[in-house]
């Protein structure tokens, strides 16, 4: 009995043992851990390192927070920007957009125009550079409207789509008004004096002729005097700008009426009624001077009889 459990009470003491001798192995392992510290810090660690000391510094400087978070957008930016994704990204967006339109129907299939006399359909399809069977989104009606005004005798356009494949081209053409004849040469005008290039002067002989520096952009104040006394306008010849103060006007019998600077109208209502009371255009004389407030001179033609009389302006008469 004795010997039993003197047996027992050995087997605690070399299990205690053992743990001890399992506790001493720990310190080695640790020695060694630590010499494979000073072996020194990685280049991830030292990185590391200094993106926290970066961090703290900011924090004690609250102030630099903007201004570091504004230079990494920046540089982001400028980085995106630069590698050129973007413009690749929106350029792959924009065909795979064209495509998938071709594939729904929405092309440029027909073009209708309204408007046109002197401009052709071939002049306004080559300016708004489309083509049928483009994608009818890739028209830029803007720019499209802008390329037609362009073109020599268009003032307005517009265009519009209708879907899913036309586009409606709308035309307001310049109307010709005169011939301009300026420095020797003869151009087709509108009424605001715009010169309408290519334009064909024998097709508008029928217009009215203005000569003279001035005379386009000044002629559709004269004519639209001039209407105002239909015995008169319609025997004019010619209107000639003298100076780019006054108009001198050449009527189909030869005569030449030198008209005053200002009050056009009331000159035009004297001249139709000394036509009326006598004759002027039609009797043999040069010139009728009306330059004068006070008086009308006229001058005989040479060899004509008489010499140069004055008759009393109708102010003058009453």
Do not use: C
């Amino acid at each position: 009995m004795r010997q039993v459990s003197r047996g027992r009470r050995a087997t605690p003491k070399r299990a205690t043992r053992k743990t001890a001798k399992r506790t001493t192995k720990s310190p080695a392992r640790k020695r060694t851990t630590s010499k494979a510290r000073g072996r020194g810090p990685s280049l991830a660690r030292t990185w590391a390192r200094a993106a926290d000391g970066w961090r703290r510094f900011v924090t004690r400087h609250s102030y630099l927070k903007s201004y570091a978070i504004l230079a990494a957008i920046t540089v982001g930016i400028y980085a995106t920007w630069a590698s050129g994704i973007v413009g690749r990204t929106g350029d792959f967006i924009a065909h795979r957009t064209n495509v998938a339109m071709v594939s729904a129907g929405f092309t440029v299939q027909r073009v209708t125009f309204a408007g046109h006399m002197e401009t052709s359909p071939g002049e306004v399809m080559d300016a708004m550079a489309v083509e049928i069977g483009m994608p009818i989104f890739a028209v830029d009606l803007a720019e499209a409207r802008t390329r037609i005004e362009s073109l020599d005798w268009v003032e307005r356009a517009a265009v519009v789509r209708a879907l899913p494949e036309t586009l409606h081209v709308s035309i307001e053409e310049r109307e010709p008004y005169a011939v301009w004849q300026t420095q020797g040469s003869l151009y087709v005008i509108a009424m605001d004096g715009t010169v309408i290039p290519n334009a064909d002067v024998s097709a508008h002989s029928h217009l009215p002729h203005v000569v003279g520096e001035g005379a386009a952009r000044e002629a559709h104040l004269l004519y639209a005097a001039m209407d105002t006394v239909p015995q008169i306008g319609p025997r004019v010849r010619s209107a000639v700008r003298v100076s780019d103060r006054r108009w001198d006007l050449l009527f189909d019998s030869g005569v030449v009426v030198q008209l005053p600077e200002a009050g056009i109208e009331s000159a035009l209502e004297a001249l139709a009624q000394y036509e009326n009371d006598y004759r002027l255009l039609a009797r043999s004389i040069n010139e009728v001077d009306m330059r004068l407030d006070d008086r009308i001179i006229v001058r005989p033609r040479n060899g004509g009889d008489g010499p140069v009389f004055s008759l009393p302006s109708a102010e003058t008469e009453t």
